[in-house]
């Protein structure tokens, strides 16, 4: 007999659909990358190259997919994608869907050669990275602007999903870098610009996020892992600087640093995980695992090559094999939790 006490299961619904999916390209687009760049001085560049444009068409599928449900939900429902945008905790994760659209615009130049005519690869990526950078600037100011102006956000509301609506500027940079010269003047002066601003906003965020996390118990176990986004800014800056510099000693030694800094995050993040929660049920927050994870994972690939350390290359080799072992886990829970009605709960 039918138990009407039973907790119905949850169905996909538009108008609640939730502003973190960007996420899913964000962090397919990286890994993509870091297959490439773990096996460049190796003698599996070709498999890893290949396997790369694999994780790229995915990638797509999945900007495809978030970008023509939100666009449908913005034109259906403005007002619960501007409450989402203004929400404390999911206006930072509204940032996912510009991110996904600049991560995507850097796998494709660096992965995608040789899959689309390189005219047609350029002005996708022209493309992606204007509006995504127009967005995350639009999204960051709505969300960061409309809570200093209200005043009243408690200190437990502040997440490490603050980092994304302004930093995913940091991302633009890499996606122009195969395009910059020295006679692209106003393109540099809006790489290193963009970079700027995302570096100054990613001190700020994690200065309030660290006095949050010494004064105000852990978030909830569902939004938990955006306690890990941290080390993401940290390797994305890395990366700029050897795309942005990359015959400077002080470019190198400031990625360096930076790579350092987002490497202590990361080690912080699992000790916070572990020591503050009993155990993380999977969530569709899961997602910020990987595009975090991945940006360190490439910084170290790439740093290791230009500086020739052993021990920073065997560092971005084993982060990969983890990061595509994570990376599959997050897909098929996700999958499992589409067909099982569950996802649509988060």
Do not use: C
Not at 219 to 244: C, K, M, W
């Amino acid at each position: 007999m039918f138990d009407v006490t039973q907790t119905p299961v949850p169905q996909f619904q538009l108008k609640t659909f939730a502003p973190a999916w960007g996420a899913t390209a964000m962090g397919t687009s990286v890994l993509a990358m870091a297959l490439k760049s773990a096996t460049v001085a190796t003698g599996l560049e070709a498999v890893g190259l290949a396997v790369a444009r694999v994780v790229l068409v995915i990638a797509a599928l999945f900007l495809l997919a978030v970008v023509s449900v939100m666009t449908t939900r913005w034109i259906k429902y403005p007002g619960a994608m501007h409450a989402d945008l203004v929400h404390p905790i999911k206006g930072g994760m509204s940032g996912t869907l510009p991110g996904g659209m600049l991560a995507f615009a850097v796998a494709l130049g660096h992965v995608g050669s040789g899959l689309l005519p390189a005219g047609l690869i350029a002005g996708l990526i022209g493309l992606l990275a204007a509006v995504g950078t127009i967005m995350a600037l639009l999204f960051g100011w709505a969300f960061l602007g409309t809570l200093a102006s209200r005043g009243d956000t408690a200190m437990g509301m502040v997440t490490g999903a603050w980092f994304i609506p302004p930093v995913v500027t940091i991302i633009t940079p890499l996606a122009l870098s195969p395009f910059l010269t020295e006679d692209t003047v106003e393109l540099n002066a809006v790489a290193w610009g963009l970079l700027g601003m995302g570096t100054f906003l990613y001190l700020l965020v994690a200065a309030a996020l660290f006095l949050r996390s010494m004064t105000t118990p852990p978030p909830p176990v569902g939004i938990a892992p955006t306690l890990a986004i941290g080390q993401g800014p940290a390797g994305l800056i890395a990366l700029n600087l050897l795309a942005l510099a990359p015959e400077s000693a002080a470019g190198r030694a400031g990625a360096l640093m930076f790579w350092g800094a987002g490497l202590w995050w990361m080690v912080a993040s699992v000790v916070v995980l572990v020591r503050g929660y009993q155990k993380i049920p999977f969530a569709l927050s899961w997602w910020g695992f990987t595009f975090p994870f991945g940006a360190l994972t490439v910084a170290s690939n790439k740093l290791g090559l230009a500086t020739g350390s052993v021990l920073i290359s065997v560092i971005g080799a084993v982060a990969t094999v983890l990061l595509l072992a994570l990376w599959v886990y997050v897909v098929v829970q996700t999958v499992a939790g589409i067909r099982k009605g569950t996802i649509w709960a988060h």
